[in-house]
């Protein structure tokens, strides 16, 4: 009996150990201040050098920081309501998941409009000259779903590739994440041709919010595994794989497919930072940066943010 409960102990202390250097190897976000409540960040830096940022939130929240640190609200990009998305809304104001970017002189803002646990979803674009609130003119629809299409119009990412052509990556569960090509003239789908990227066929499809990069000879894609939207309860994960190609196929560090439930765990709840995830990456002077949103111990969504180094061509949070 002493020998089993000796045992047990000493099965108790190794896994308490291991769960703390495990713990331990995720970095906490770096200083932030100001205004930080956001969900589903996306940053990008503008030509005057001062930084924009857009979220989950009643027709799509803005916030803007002059030195990536202090940041401030700045009011919603369509204060007088977003009637287009209603179909997909039933109403609601809130919309989902911006991805924004700046090209030829102006920002563009992909957006997700939908309802929990549908997939009777829609992606959208905007442009605007200054990225100010009520400053953004509604381009229309870019890709949707119905309840039996299998896939998940949310999550949009865009990203130009080596050679110019432009994608945007989306999706959420299902049958996963796709990528289709972008006419850069219009920011529509230039045809029908969805590219599968990542899935998880043996974990209920819990992956989301892909965010592509390119750094090297590689891209990178970003995904966010398990549960979002639960507080201080969530289990939200940031992961990583990467390929020679936009289109994958992308492997994590062991060599394992995304389309097989593969990524290489970058970031997990630690400490006071609950369920990281649905993370953005932009380019900096220091480098390339990662934001996304945690719950802290108040199950309130916080924004995060970290700078990313390269070791032989695979992403390090710091």
């Given at each position: 009996?002493?020998?089993?409960?000796?045992?047990?102990?000493?099965?108790?202390?190794a896994?308490?150990?291991?769960?703390a250097?495990?713990?331990?190897?995720?970095?906490?976000?770096?200083?932030?201040?100001?205004?930080?409540?956001?969900?589903?960040?996306?940053?990008?830096?503008?030509?005057?050098?001062?930084?924009?940022?857009?979220?989950?939130?009643?027709?799509?929240?803005?916030?803007?920081?002059?030195?990536?640190?202090?940041?401030?609200?700045?009011?919603?990009?369509?204060?007088?309501?977003?009637?287009?998305?209603?179909?997909y809304?039933?109403?609601?104001?809130?919309?989902?998941?911006?991805?924004?970017?700046?090209?030829?002189?102006?920002?563009?803002?992909?957006?997700?409009?939908?309802?929990?646990?549908?997939?009777?979803?829609?992606?959208?674009?905007?442009?605007?000259?200054?990225?100010?609130?009520?400053?953004?003119?509604?381009?229309?629809?870019?890709?949707?779903?119905?309840e039996?299409?299998?896939?998940?119009?949310?999550?949009?990412?865009?990203?130009?590739?080596?050679?110019?052509?432009?994608?945007?990556?989306?999706?959420?569960?299902?049958?996963?994440?796709?990528?289709?090509?972008?006419?850069?003239?219009?920011?529509?789908?230039?045809?029908?041709?969805?590219?599968?990227?990542?899935?998880?066929?043996?974990?209920?499809?819990?992956?989301?919010?892909?965010?592509?990069?390119?750094?090297?000879?590689?891209?990178?894609?970003?995904?966010?595994?398990?549960?979002?939207?639960?507080?201080?309860?969530?289990?939200?994960?940031?992961?990583?794989?990467?390929s020679?190609?936009?289109?994958?196929?992308?492997?994590d560090?062991?060599?394992?497919?995304?389309?097989?439930?593969?990524?290489?765990?970058?970031?997990?709840?630690?400490?006071?930072?609950?369920?990281?995830?649905?993370?953005?990456?932009?380019?900096?002077?220091?480098?390339?940066?990662?934001?996304?949103?945690?719950?802290?111990?108040?199950?309130?969504?916080?924004?995060?943010?970290?700078?990313?180094?390269?070791?032989?061509?695979?992403?390090?949070?710091?």
């Amino acid at each position: 009996m002493m020998s089993l409960r000796k045992f047990a102990v000493g099965s108790m202390l190794a896994a308490t150990a291991v769960a703390a250097l495990v713990a331990r190897q995720f970095v906490n976000p770096g200083p932030v201040s100001g205004d930080l409540f956001i969900h589903d960040p996306t940053v990008v830096k503008t030509p005057s050098g001062t930084y924009l940022a857009a979220f989950t939130a009643d027709n799509v929240g803005l916030k803007t920081s002059t030195d990536r640190t202090v940041w401030r609200d700045a009011g919603a990009a369509f204060p007088n309501g977003a009637s287009w998305t209603t179909p997909y809304t039933g109403g609601a104001k809130n919309l989902w998941a911006p991805d924004l970017s700046y090209h030829n002189g102006q920002y563009y803002l992909y957006y997700s409009a939908s309802t929990f646990g549908s997939t009777k979803s829609a992606i959208f674009l905007a442009t605007s000259s200054t990225g100010a609130s009520g400053s953004w003119s509604n381009k229309g629809l870019v890709i949707e779903t119905t309840e039996t299409s299998g896939y998940n119009a949310i999550d949009p990412n865009l990203i130009v590739d080596a050679s110019g052509q432009w994608w945007m990556s989306f999706g959420s569960f299902s049958s996963g994440l796709k990528i289709v090509k972008i006419n850069s003239s219009t920011g529509k789908p230039a045809d029908n041709n969805l590219i599968s990227i990542a899935a998880r066929p043996s974990n209920g499809g819990a992956v989301e919010a892909p965010y592509i990069i390119r750094h090297g000879n590689y891209y990178y894609l970003w995904v966010s595994f398990d549960s979002c939207c639960k507080g201080a309860a969530s289990t939200y994960r940031i992961m990583v794989g990467r390929s020679t190609s936009v289109t994958g196929p992308y492997v994590d560090r062991a060599g394992k497919s995304m389309m097989e439930g593969g990524g290489t765990e970058m970031m997990a709840s630690h400490g006071s930072i609950h369920g990281p995830g649905h993370n953005a990456v932009f380019t900096d002077g220091d480098g390339d940066v990662l934001v996304y949103h945690y719950y802290n111990d108040a199950g309130t969504a916080q924004l995060g943010i970290n700078l990313i180094r390269y070791e032989s061509d695979w992403p390090v949070i710091y």
